[in-house]
Nanobody
Framework: QVQLVESGGGLVQAGGSLRLSCAASGSVFRIGVMGWYRQAPGNQRDVVALFHSGGSIEYADSVKGRFTISRDNAKNTVYLEMNSLKPEDTAVYYC????????????WGQGTQVTVSS
């Protein structure tokens, strides 16, 4: 079984910073796509930042220049450094990973709340 465990959400004032972490644990043989989505109340879940299998990085236009995704392959961990936060960044942030553990399967973290006050 594979689990994605997130940490690092919280409440911050506009202009502030937060760092999210997500670690994949369990029978992780290989990780393909890994990264972050977010979902605000009443909205669909959207991509924030992703590492794709070939190593390329995808960012949502709304976070380019402010958010940075990074990873530690040895720890099966991905990070999201969020700077210059805006109230519209308020959402539940979900870690996502496509993991090979006897078969390929998509996994989601439990979600971590990020609230940016104006």
């Amino acid at each position: 079984q594979v689990q994605l465990v997130e940490s690092g959400g919280g409440l911050v004032q506009a202009g502030g910073s937060l760092r999210l972490s997500c670690a994949a644990s369990g029978s992780v043989f290989r990780i393909g796509v890994m990264g972050w989505y977010r979902q605000a109340p009443g909205n669909q879940r959207d991509v924030v930042a992703l590492f794709h299998s070939g190593g390329s990085i995808e960012y949502a236009d709304s976070v380019k220049g402010r958010f940075t995704i990074s990873r530690d392959n040895a720890k099966n961990t991905v990070y999201l450094e969020m700077n210059s936060l805006k109230p519209e960044d308020t959402a539940v942030y979900y870690c996502y990973a496509n993991v090979y553990s006897f078969t390929w399967r998509a996994y989601w973290g439990q979600g971590t709340q990020v609230t940016v006050s104006s």
